[in-house]
């Protein structure tokens, strides 16, 4: 099962694949850890880097180009490469870089998760709960969540992050949002739908990382979002 692990820079990716993976194999799995980020050198055992094909400083200096075109020029030549990342663990998790936009926007972020994406593929995107102070944080990021899983057409679980130093409460932030008014509650009030394309109305999932806790619950979810298809395998 392939896992692309999502979310906006500093949430928590590659902490979570770090902990995580450790978790899965104190289960006694199989794992991968794939980094994905051509920016980032891995704080965790790969089994294969992007960083073997292609490092965004490289590309940085050799194309004459800022941070983020490097980093979006970095995952187009990484493209040609993506048969080499590919894993056969039992559970692959790859980790990926900050930048949305790679997988919103980018040709070149889409056709690598294809590459790499098999029937029993799934995305985790974690929410960094510190963040979410407010409604419209909350469904900022929500709307984010669900465009990146329509786009690359992966189902996902929405995961809130770093619930040992922010505790969030979903319910009372969309209840806050109800009583606000004029037209900008009213486009919020629209936008609450994109919660269902989330897993947010199934089941809420909140973890930490450095904490270990709420891996039982996301394991848990992860195995339901096969069994509805049918599988677990
Ligand atoms: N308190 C707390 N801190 C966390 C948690 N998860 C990650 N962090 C911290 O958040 C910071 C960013 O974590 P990373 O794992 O590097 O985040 P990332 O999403 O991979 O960041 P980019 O690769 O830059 O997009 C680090 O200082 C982590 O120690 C968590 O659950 N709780
Ligand atoms: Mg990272």
Redesign the pocket.
Known sequence: MEIFVL??????????V?NFSEYLEEKGYRVDCVNL?PA?EP?YRTSKDIREFVKTEHVMDEYRLGINGALIKSVEIAANYANKLKCSGEFVLY?T???LELFIYSLAGRKFVEELSSTFSMSIF?V?STLITDPESLLSAVMQNAVVSLRLNLPSLTVF?????SEIDVTSLLNELRMKEGVLAELMEKVVDFIEVTSIPYRLIK?????KTGYDNLFSAVNELFCSCGDIS
Do not use: E, H, R, Y
Not at 7 to 16: D, L, Q, R, V
Not at 207 to 211: A, F, G
């Open positions: 979310g906006c820079a500093g949430s928590g990716k590659s902490t979570f770090k980020d980032s704080i980790d870089p900050g930048q974690l960094d992050t770093k619930t040992d130093v973890i930490s990382n450095l904490k």
